[in-house]
């Protein structure tokens, strides 16, 4: 059959279904578990606290503006790359390339442990070995996906949806308690409260865009949607609106069942509700629900991950075994690579070293991003464009200067991960100039 994938291709099989779940998989994760209290801590107002998860979700739909009519007009997979490579040239792809890809290996390493740690609460074994048990979650994930995308897809649109349901109990559950109730005897020592001010509130805000993050994951995948061009825009909205609505209901119903100042000083404030709704069971069932949290949104980066090297090698700026595709659909050398640079991290405990600079790095891959979209504007006006972004130009500049401020605040906030990234930045500049001299030399060579 004519339609039937090629070996050695990626297969056109995935749809809007898989594109929204694995959206949804890759934002919710154990950060919404975690995040309300630390939030609450920061921004000591519940009401300014509401507004800013507000805030990050309306940040998520001005993103999903730009990346729906860029990633849906250049439908190839490998995310963030594609367009960048596209409008701004082989040096500013790889930078981006490159950059989304370690945040992706990090984030691998970092859910791996999380899993593990969250089983070892409940699994006296499992706490005595948390790394090693780590690594056999990620090898297992990595051996769903190897298999192929078909089995990846089932497993990322099973998990978001059960996500999604254990998220809306505990959000039922929470409502329909007393107000105040879940706090129950829980003796919180006193807090100090930082004013209210404009530092504390981009502080907050920078966290909250952290917990956002993965809105994109559908745009990794756009060479094998089976119809990129309504497929991508409508799972970045409804993904980014699916998420948002999940968000603001579960710091709600947080805020309603807990004593705000019990909600501060919580590291996972999900858990004293549930343990107030279970008993005696509680710390089991919230064991159990981080792990599959933490898992389902594995899967999802284990997924998207190899489509950057894929993206990069089929231009040239990595190498051609990252090219290879099983009869699945998997690209299993960018996938081995991925699993492969992972567990070490688990073991050595770097990923706390790479973790600490994700922020920073998705930070500066969207500013990258966004410019792709103004440079492809000028320069590639006629390029086919099934999506066109809403109230440009001013929109897109409006996102492009929420990223830059987030990320001058992170710099000014971690000025050590931001010299860091800078030399990953004069790093990789030079490899791009040379791959792109390298071809040119080529290509009169070859004329």
Not at 350 to 376: E, H, I, N, P
């Amino acid at each position: 059959m004519s339609g039937s994938p090629q070996p050695g291709q990626l297969h056109k099989r995935l749809g809007l279904p898989f594109a929204i779940a694995v959206c949804v998989g890759l934002v919710v994760g154990t950060g919404i578990m975690r995040a309300p209290g630390e939030i609450a801590n920061m921004v000591p107002d519940p009401t300014v606290v509401m507004l800013l998860w507000l805030a990050g979700g309306l940040y998520v739909l001005l993103m999903a503006n730009v990346a729906a009519e860029i990633s849906s007009a250049i439908p190839r997979s490998g995310g963030h790359y594609i367009p960048v490579h596209e409008a701004l040239g082989d040096s500013m792809g790889l930078l981006v390339g490159w950059t989304m890809w370690v945040v992706g290996v990090a984030a691998c390493a970092f859910l791996s442990l999380a899993a593990a740690e969250f089983l070892g609460t409940v699994v006296p074994w499992v706490a005595d070995h948390v790394a090693s048990v780590a690594v056999f979650f990620l090898l297992c994930v990595t051996a769903l996906n190897w298999a192929g995308v078909e089995e990846g897809r089932r497993a990322q649109i099973i998990s978001t949806a059960l996500k999604i349901v254990l998220l809306l109990a505990v959000v039922g559950v929470a409502l329909v308690m007393p107000a105040g109730e879940a706090a129950g005897e829980v003796e919180v020592a006193p807090i100090e409260v930082e004013p209210l001010s404009v530092l504390t509130v981009l502080a907050g805000l920078q966290f909250i865009v952290a917990v956002y993050d993965g809105w994109y994951a559908s745009i990794y995948f756009a060479g094998e949607d089976k119809d990129p061009g309504r497929n991508i825009p409508r799972s970045l909205f409804q993904s980014a609106i699916i998420v948002t609505l999940i968000y603001l209901a579960v710091n709600w119903a947080l805020i309603r069942a807990l004593d705000f100042s019990v909600l501060r000083a919580s590291t996972l404030p999900m858990a004293t509700v549930i343990e107030a709704a279970t008993g005696r069971w509680g710390s089991i069932v919230v064991a159990l629900v981080a792990v599959l949290m933490a898992l389902g949104t594995l899967n999802a980066v284990v997924m998207s991950n190899p489509r950057a090297l894929y993206g990069m090698a089929e231009d040239g700026l990595f190498v051609k075994s990252a090219l290879r595709v099983n009869r699945g659909g998997t690209p299993t050398f960018a996938l081995a690579i991925g699993t492969l640079l992972a567990i070490p991290l688990i073991y050595s405990g770097g990923y706390v070293f790479v973790f600490r600079l994700a922020g920073a790095m998705v930070l500066f891959g969207s500013c990258l991003f966004v410019l792709s979209y103004f440079a492809l504007r000028k320069h590639r006006p006629d390029l086919a464009r099934p999506y066109r972004a809403k109230g440009h130009p001013f929109l897109p500049a409006l996102a492009l200067m929420i990223n830059l401020a987030l990320l001058t605040g992170f710099v000014i906030a971690e000025p050590v991960s931001g010299a860091i990234m800078a030399g990953m930045i004069a790093v990789c500049i030079p490899v791009g100039l040379h791959l792109e001299r390298e071809k040119r030399r080529r290509a009169s060579t070859a004329t």
